[in-house]
């Protein structure tokens, strides 16, 4: 739905790349749709924690010196990016601990 052909022969990588998704892993059923709990699944696939990916992606993102551990410095010096992380609880972690 989200790409038009308006014309063109060819279509983008990404369209490939989306409906070979959607054949391969998105419609379980293989009935040409998503019912309800293939919709649920690619949304919150049941083999994935967010909140663990998204503690990595703060370490990852604010640890420079790559040693695996978060300083106060590296912290307040990505501070942006903690306030807005659901795995802080949109920054209120950061207010109720006195280590930080």
Partial sequence: DMYSHDGDTDEPEWVKTE?????E?????????????ETKD???PSDYDHAEA???H??????QNKDG??????????YDL?????ATDFGEALVRHDEF
Avoid at 19 to 23: D, G, K, L, P
Avoid at 28 to 36: E, P, Q, T
Avoid at 82 to 86: A, D
């Fill in 54 to 56: 998204e503690a990595r």
């Fill in 42 to 44: 690619w949304i919150l």
């Fill in 19 to 23: 409906r070979e998704q959607f054949v």
């Fill in 69 to 78: 551990k978060l300083t106060k410095e590296e912290i307040v010096d990505k």
């Fill in 58 to 63: 703060l370490v990852y993102e604010s640890d």
């Fill in 25 to 37: 892993f998105r419609d379980k059923n293989r009935d040409g749709k998503m019912d309800k709990e």
């Fill in 82 to 86: 903690f306030v807005g992380s659901q």
